[in-house]
Structure formats: C-alpha cells, structure tokens
C-alpha cells in the first residue's frame, strides 16, 4: 500500500538539480515575451491627479503603458470590489497606477521612470493604533460570546486585565509573485500563475476583461512557496498580464523583484488585542472579554475570514466556561494584508497565549501547571459551540512530550543552572495546541479530480489543489495507487488547471490533501466499480493491464470525474455558532532556550514535539511540515520585524525592511540544536481519507513553545514571582528590553 510510506517529494529530483520548471521560466521561453514593470505611487495615501504615458513611448523598447482606460472590464482585482488594479486614489506606498510593458525587463524598468505621474498627498493612517484613534474600520465586527460574563468575572478569585500586541509576518516565500498570459488564435487566455486558487484567478482575470470563465484557462505548474500569500494576491498581477496579452497580442510575463514583492503584496495581519481575565482560587479559567483588533491594511481580501478564525482559535486548547471575544479590522493605508500559514488562528490563539504566561506568577503557579489545568477534556465544547472531539488526544500528547522531554528532571536543571549564572539564563516551556481543520466559509470545502486510466494500464490524475512544496501532489499519487492497488510509479500527476477541474478552492486552511485526496479516491472508485464485473469474468488473478485491455474491449467507461463535499459542516457568522472544522489537530511542544543577559540573544536549545497527523499519508512529507511550520512560527514570534515608515517625514508608510537585509528570516541557525519530533500513534481520523490529518498550519503554532521559555528564562534574570511582559516578535532587542523591565 503506498499510503503511509515514507516517499520522496515528487518532484524532489527536479527541485535539487534545478529541472523544475516554474510559471516564469515558462514565460522566458516563450518567443517574443513581452516583460512587465510596476509604476509605482510615492505616497501613502494620495489623489492621482495626472498620468501621462507618453515619455515611456521615448524610451527604446517600449511597446505598451497599461492604464485603467485600457481596462474592457471591470477595473478591479479583489473578490469584494474594492480594489482597483488601477487605482485614482493611492491607498499605499508602492501601489502599482499603471504598468509598461517592454521588449526587455530592462526597457520596461525605464519606461515606468519615465511615465509622468502627479499626486495630491492625502493624511494617511500607519499603524493600528492611527486607525484606532482614528475610528478607522472596514468589513464585519463580529462577537463571539458564551455564558455570561461579567457574572464570570465578578465570581472569579483573581481579575486581571491587559493587552497584547503582535505582528504581522511577510511570506517571504522563494518564487515571486510571476505570471505569463498569452492568447490562443480563437481568443482564448491562457495564464500561466503562480497562484493557490487557479479558480478565483480565472474568475478575476475574466471580469477584468469582460469575459466568461470558460474564455479563461489558468494553469499552475507548481508554485515556489505560497504560505497563503499566493491564495488572493495573485489575481492582479495575472489580470494585468492577461490585459497586456490582449491588447498586444504578444504573451506578457510579470514576475515582481523581491523589493516589488515586499512592497506591494500582503503579509500576515498584526494585531491588537485588550482583555480581561478571571481565574478562580485553583488557577482554572473562568471568564475571558477581550477585543481583538486586526490590521487588515488598505482593502478587505480576506480580512473577515481571518478575523472569525482568530475569534474562534482565542481558547487554543483551553476550556472558559464565559467567554465574549469581538473582533474588529482596522482599515489603514499599508498593504492590504492576507492569509498567511494558520489564517487568524496563530493572532488568537497568542492572546491566550500571552494571558497564561503573564498570569501564571501572580496566581502562584508554574505556567505549565497552569496550563495543564486548563486543558480540554472530554465532553466539553469550544465558545462557538463545536464539541472538542478526542480530547484525550491533547492530554496523551502532553503526558508524551512530559516523559520524553524528560521536563521535570530539567526544570530543575535549569533552576540549578539559572542559580550559579548571573549572566546567561535558561528557560523552559510546553505549550498545547488544538487547530480546526476546514474552511471558515463552509462552501469551499468540496473538491473535484479527473483520472484516466489508458488502455495499456497506467493511470493519470488530475485535482483541485496546487502544489507549493508542501507535498500535496506525492500525497495524491499515493492515494491514486493505493486505491488502484498499483505501484506509485504507474500513476502520473497533471499540472493544476482551471479546465480540467473547474471552480476550485483554494489551497489552503489545510484542507488540500483532506479534500483532493478524497475526490481522488471517489473517481479511482467510480473506475474499480465500472471494472468489476470484467474482473469477476477474468478472475482474481487477473494482470492489472490485461483487466483494463479486456474493459476497453467491452467499452467500459475508464475515466470518472471524482467529488468530495466535507459533511457535518455548519456555521452562523451572525451569531458565530457552530460545527465549523470537520476534527480539530492536536500538537504539544517543550523547548528550552538560553538568554544573554548583556545582549538578549539567545539560542534554542531543544524542542521536543508531538503532533496529531492521523494516519500519516506519507511520513516524510508530514515531517518536512512538522519541522518547517515550526520554524516559520519561530520566526514569526522571535525574528521577523515588519517595519513601516510612521514619521511625518516624506517616507511616511513606506516598508523599511525592504529585503532580506533588513527583514530578519530564520535559517538553519535558528533551528534548534537539538529538535525531536513525534507523530502521535492511535491518532486514526474517522471520515477522512485513509485516517489522515491536515498538517500544514498547526505545527506553526508549536512555536509558542520558545516565546514562553524566552519569558521563562527573562524571569531569571528577576526577583522570584516576576510577571514577564514579552513583545511580540521577542527579538534579541526586545528579550533586552524585558530583562531590563524584570531587573528594575
């Protein structure tokens, strides 16, 4: 069975002799491609009053400045109509107004200098704090409330009250946004994106050209990392290549520079978040209000969605009988920012987060007594209403990574070490998490998948998801074969196109191998069901290749369109009630930290982690997700400073960490020395394909493990008892500027 088998990546031969080929090396072998370059607003916030394309025809090379007038459409790249791919009002530093298209990238580059543009600068808002003061909100304000509150804090043995503030994070991923149009003799557009969501990028691209979705075919071959920047960004950018395609009639290739991606594309949301908190006499949870503040940037994208996740991720893994949670997005002129790895659950589940760990020493307890405490069990239900199924999970989760992390015993080591050093102290911590699995809008959780099986037996597959490294396209080669009963090696894996399996999710909220892979096996079965009569007639042993050459002979029907629908799905966004995740995914993490007293660095020195994957589709897959999510949240939490211009200088809302020069990543130096990672056993899934678990988002938030031991080890540094309050990302600077608060 080539389920669960510990496979190589698909195209893991490829990616390391540099033969895979992605959307932009396509595009620069087509002949006579057409290359194109941003004209880019100075401003914040500004009033286009003048753009004048004709210097650009002056400069060689130039063939085409693209502008709104162009548009035959609607002028307009985002779901929810509010935003113009070319814009009258600059709504933030590096907004593209108009695009030129060059023989060369060089001469593209140069005509956009040259294009005259005039603005009138407008007052501009930075920060979530400008829009707070400025009662500056776009989109829904939703609440999410169970119990009652008041009357849970008001019986509660302890209040306290606070607030926590946290980043955004860029993706950062390795391909740039890129992507190449060219049109087909009978009108046709055909896009090359590298895109999460091929479906809504047909759409997209349709409207801005004022065509139906069928005179629009999106492909994606394979996307160089997405992490959810790649799900509703690509859109323009495929829109503006199509438009350029159209009118050219030449294909037309846009591929952003790194300093064009960090500009002009969304990150993860920052937000703001103000709570109150009631514990009673034993340390257990009773009532928490809190209202959560996203800054969702200069448009909606996917703001709401993100918004409702974070609402329903603020109890993480953790029972409060009271609970009212609003939620609010904050409309600012910086990039409209977007889904992002975790998609709201990483902001709200760090406000509980930072809520325990703040708590935990004036309440008289260890943080992960406290945390322990708290934990779900069995029978109870999350503040939406969604019983917390296989809570057992979570708590054979936690008692694993106790034993096997050895924790007791290094407490007291660290203690011990913490004692006879001064300068340099230790910290430990274990952090749960519980992550639910399915979309928020319950109508994106279906899928669909072609295969053909050919007359001489071997078999092609077709699906909804794309891949972006994350191993979707292996795991479904798997699920082919083991439901065909062949070898792994007689199944092939078409690229992701829009005419293949029309109207598409995204792939995203961790729901690619979930939904794909069951439409997979919905069509391989469909093919065995149609054969089984021939095999009845051949017999048992029949050859494979003889049973499919005898169906063919009998004109059976050896290709089937396959469809998945997640069932007992229910959501209310009115109330924010329901059965939104189809299973929640469980993970427990300990990791020990060393802090520099004079500097604040510090290195992680062990991680041990046991995460719930189900039945593992494919191990080696799942681990690179374990290991890699957990790293990305490692950088979110520790390293990465997104940094805006918020002066009232001439730069105001410009991004300052531009690059990788001034955008700190984590890197094979950031990992820990030492990292053990455990998949959870007896974890079978029920109702999923082959008894796995989505694993692409949880592990992100195992993170949360080294921001806590980094408030461990802080509090070394002060008298016992000491509450630690931690930025968000805890830099090197930041850890300083918290030992210097504990040490006064």
Not at 31 to 40: D, I, R, Y
Not at 114 to 131: E, R
Not at 626 to 649: A, M
């Amino acid at each position: 069975m080539s389920v669960g088998e510990r496979r190589p990546h698909e195209a893991a031969a490829l990616h390391v002799t540099g033969r895979a080929l992605y959307t932009d090396d396509l595009a620069l072998r087509a002949p006579g491609v057409l290359h194109a370059h941003p004209v880019q607003a100075p401003h914040a916030h500004a009033r286009l009053i003048g753009l004048d394309p004709a210097p650009a025809y002056d400069i060689p090379g130039v063939v085409r400045v693209l502008t709104g007038a162009d548009v035959p459409g609607v002028n307009d790249s985002g779901t929810k109509h509010d935003e113009p791919l070319f814009p009258d009002e600059v709504m933030f530093h590096g907004q593209a107004v108009a695009w030129v298209l060059g023989e060369t990238l060089e001469a593209a580059r140069l005509g956009a200098e040259a294009v005259a543009a005039a603005y009138d600068p407008l007052p501009s808002l930075v920060t979530i704090a400008d829009a707070i003061a400025a009662d500056s909100f776009q989109g829904a304000r939703p609440t999410m409330e169970r119990g009652d509150v008041e009357a849970g804090l008001a019986a509660s043995a302890r209040v306290f009250e606070g607030v926590t503030e946290l980043a955004g994070q860029e993706h950062f991923y390795l391909e740039t946004h890129a992507s190449f149009a060219r049109v087909a003799d009978d009108g046709q557009v055909l896009v090359q994106a590298s895109t999460q969501h091929p479906t809504e990028t047909q759409e997209i691209v349709a409207h801005v050209l004022g065509l139906a979705s069928h005179q629009v075919t999106v492909q994606c071959l394979r996307m160089g990392g997405g992490f959810g920047g790649k799900e509703m960004q690509p859109h323009g950018y495929a829109a503006v290549a199509a438009l350029g395609a159209t009118l050219t009639g030449r294909p037309v290739r846009v591929r952003l520079t790194r300093q064009q991606d960090l500009t002009m594309t969304g990150k993860r949301h920052g937000f703001h978040a103000t709570w109150r908190v009631g514990f009673d006499d034993d340390g257990r949870l009773r009532a928490l209000d809190a209202t959560l503040t996203s800054g969702g940037g200069w448009s909606l994208d996917l703001s709401e969605p993100v918004l409702s996740r974070a609402l329903c991720h603020v109890d993480n893994a953790y029972w409060i009988p009271h609970v009212r949670v609003a939620g609010r997005i904050a409309r600012t002129h910086t990039t409209s920012q977007t889904a992002f790895r975790g998609f709201g659950g990483p902001q709200g589940m760090l406000v509980i987060e930072d809520v325990l760990g703040r708590c935990a020493p004036a309440l008289g307890l260890a943080p992960e007594e406290l945390r322990h405490r708290n934990l779900y069990a069995e029978g109870q239900a999350t503040p939406y209403g969604q019983p917390v199924r296989h809570a057992e999970r979570l708590a054979r989760a936690w008692k694993q990574v106790l034993d096997t992390s050895e924790f007791a015993v290094r407490c007291k080591e660290v203690e011990r070490h913490n004692a006879g050093s001064p300068h340099r102290k230790r910290g430990l911590a274990i952090t749960p998490v519980k992550f639910g699995i399915s979309f928020n809008f319950t109508s994106f959780n279906q899928a669909g998948a072609l295969v053909h099986v050919y007359k001489d037996g071997s078999v092609l597959i077709n699906h909804g998801g794309t891949e972006m490294g994350q191993g979707l396209h292996t795991k479904m080669l798997q699920v082919a074969a083991t439901a065909l009963a062949l070898p792994v090696e007689r199944v092939r894996l078409a690229p992701t196109r829009t005419d293949k399996v029309p109207n598409t999710s995204a792939t995203a909220a961790s729901s690619g191998a979930d939904l794909n892979g069951a439409a997979v096996k919905d069509a391989c079965d469909q093919i065995l069901a149609r054969i089984a009569p021939v095999r009845e007639r051949l017999g048992p042993t029949a050859a494979w290749d003889d049973l499919v050459r005898q169906a063919y002979l009998d004109r059976v029907q050896l290709w089937a369109a396959g469809f998945y629908r997640t069932e007992g799905l229910s959501w209310d966004a009115t109330t924010m009630t329901g059965h939104p995740f189809k299973y929640f995914a469980y993970g427990v993490a300990a990791a020990e930290v060393e802090v520099d007293g004079f500097t604040g660095a510090y290195d992680v020195r062990r991680v041990d982690i046991v995460h719930d994957v189900g039945d593992s589709l494919s191990p080696l897959s799942d681990l690179g997700q374990v290991e890699g999510g957990f790293l990305q949240g490692l950088g979110w939490l520790t390293l990465e400073d997104l940094r805006w211009d918020s002066s009232d200088g001439p730069g105001r809302g410009r991004l300052a960490t531009q690059a990788a020069s001034t955008y700190k990543l984590p890197s094979l130096s950031e990992l820990p020395a030492d990292l053990r990672v455990t998949f959870l056993d007896r974890a079978t899934e029920d109702g999923v394909v082959y008894g796995s678990k989505a694993v692409g988002e949880p592990p992100l938030m195992l993170a949360f493990s080294v921001r806590e031991a980094l408030r461990d080890a802080v509090a070394g540094f002060g008298p016992p008892g000491v509450s630690v309050e931690l930025a968000s990302p805890a830099t090197p600077e930041a850890v300083w500027w918290a030992i210097e608060r504990v040490r006064s």
